[in-house]
């Protein structure tokens, strides 16, 4: 599975932004996708996750009620919707998919991952 993020840019405190995972290969509805994102200086954390059949979803505190995260199987997409940004939010964000059962929140449970689209958010 190769996958290939975008979306990414800058923004106002407030604002909204999209990001897109496309993904490339076969078994692609059969992958967990997630969300990962990293400030530097700082760890890559788990953001949001979507399971493949449901599709049931998982976020991190710091962006739940503001971000939603979607799935188009048919076109091997993935998206995340980024609402209400902070400053905070500012940070490279990758996706990435898991052959995992259930959502994992840290990086090592996820096999494949995108090559990163920066976020800034501007106070």
């Known amino acids: 599975v190769q996958l290939q993020a975008s979306g990414g840019g800058l923004v106002q405190a407030g604002g909204s932004l999209r990001l897109s995972c496309a993904a490339s290969?076969?078994?692609?509805?059969?992958?967990?996708m997630g969300w990962f994102r990293q400030a530097p200086g700082k760890e890559r954390e788990f953001v949001a996750g979507?399971?493949?059949?449901?599709?049931?979803?998982y976020f991190a505190d710091a962006v739940k009620g503001r971000f939603t995260i979607s799935r188009d199987n048919a076109k091997k997409t993935v998206y995340l919707r980024m609402n209400s940004l902070k400053p905070e939010d500012t940070a490279v964000y990758y996706c990435a998919a898991s052959n995992r059962m259930v959502i994992p929140t840290t990086p090592f449970s996820y096999d494949y991952w995108g090559q990163g689209t920066q976020v800034t958010v501007s106070s």
């Open positions: 979507i399971n493949w059949s449901d599709p049931s979803t």
């Open positions: 290969g076969r078994a692609f509805s059969t992958y967990v």
